[in-house]
């Protein structure tokens, strides 16, 4: 008995079938890529003769002296350590329990996933992608940390902490990209001066009073915008969320005015901080 070979064809990809993913590009300046090796871009002549980097779908620059929102992150957990021949190290509860246990430390204090998680919830937002979010880190020891606005937050929290690291612990209180551009900097200012003069300041924890989202979308939308003498830049509201633990408690601060909660529920810091500007994107129709 024979049996007529046959060969199958490859089915030809129809013109409507699944696209090969496009590449992601970024507009921000990306912290991953700090302290690696630079890398060449493509560029192009402008009308004026100067050189501008090319990156497809960048998302629009926001208009100028548009509000913007300002978050505040309190009693920031970061904090170093030498562990054996390692100095610099950014201490985690976890990670380094045994080494805080020797030095009869705390372990609740050294929570720097918890500012790593409030980090990528509000940098991811399209708030933040917008251009209209300031995000300021205060730590346990007073040490005010300015985040430029363009900033992409590392992805892993290993990542995290080496830029960290580098930040708090090798003197020069900056965390730069390899174009020189500043991402993170220690502040020689206060954190509190960086609010508007006279200008309203919201905790934002649990078991105070409660607003819904259409509540404070109908209150916010009417509020005044102050400018801030640092930031040079007018601000809707500014918002002070504790990063100490996973319970939102109140931060133990005296420049607040009014203190609210986001949610009838439990919820941690970064999704406290998600529901803040959430708000915002619904009065500006940023989405």
């Known amino acids: 008995?024979?049996?007529?070979?046959?060969?199958?064809?490859?089915?030809?990809?129809?013109?409507?079938?699944?696209?090969?993913?496009?590449?992601?590009s970024r507009h921000e300046p990306s912290a991953?890529?700090?302290?690696?090796?630079?890398?060449?871009?493509?560029?192009?002549?402008?009308?004026?003769?100067?050189?501008?980097?090319?990156?497809?779908?960048?998302?629009p620059t926001p208009q100028q002296n548009a509000p913007k929102v300002l978050v505040i992150l309190e009693h920031a957990g970061l904090l170093l350590g030498q562990v054996g021949s390692k100095r610099d190290v950014l201490l985690c509860h976890q990670?380094?329990?045994?080494?805080?246990?020797?030095?009869?430390?705390?372990?609740?204090?050294?929570?720097?996933d918890i500012i790593h998680q409030t980090l990528l919830a509000l940098f991811d937002s399209p708030l933040a992608k917008a251009g209209r979010l300031h995000v300021l880190i205060n730590t346990v020891r007073n040490r005010c940390i300015e985040i430029n606005p363009r900033t992409r937050i590392p992805r892993t929290?290993?990542?995290?902490?080496?830029?960290?690291?580098?930040?708090?612990?090798q003197g020069k209180g900056t965390v730069t990209t390899p174009d020189g551009e500043v991402l993170f900097k220690i502040s020689t200012n206060p954190v509190?001066?960086?609010i508007p003069e006279n200008g309203k300041v919201y905790i934002v924890a649990s078991g105070v009073e409660y607003r819904s989202a259409q509540q404070l979308v109908k209150d916010f939308a009417s509020e005044k915008c102050m400018t801030s003498k640092i930031l040079k830049e007018p601000l809707q509201a500014v918002f002070v969320?504790?990063?100490?633990n996973d319970k939102l408690q109140p931060p133990?601060?005296?420049?607040?005015?009014?203190?609210?909660d986001v949610s009838q529920y439990p919820i941690t810091?970064?999704?406290?901080?998600?529901?803040?500007?959430?708000?915002?994107?619904?009065?500006w129709s940023i989405w």
């Open 1 to 24: 008995i024979f049996f007529r070979g046959f060969q199958m064809s490859k089915p030809e990809a129809s013109q409507n079938g699944a696209a090969k993913a496009p590449k992601r």
């Open 32 to 59: 991953e890529g700090a302290g690696r090796p630079k890398k060449k871009s493509k560029v192009t002549e402008g009308s004026s003769g100067s050189k501008s980097t090319v990156q497809n779908g960048e998302v």
């Open 95 to 112: 990670e380094h329990a045994n080494y805080l246990k020797v030095v009869r430390k705390d372990p609740a204090v050294y929570r720097p």
């Open 157 to 169: 929290f290993k990542r995290f902490q080496g830029l960290m690291s580098q930040l708090l612990g």
């Open 192 to 194: 509190h001066a960086y």
């Open 241 to 244: 969320v504790n990063t100490t």
């Open 252 to 260: 133990q601060v005296d420049y607040f005015t009014d203190a609210l």
């Open 269 to 283: 810091p970064p999704v406290a901080c998600s529901k803040v500007v959430e708000v915002f994107e619904r009065i």
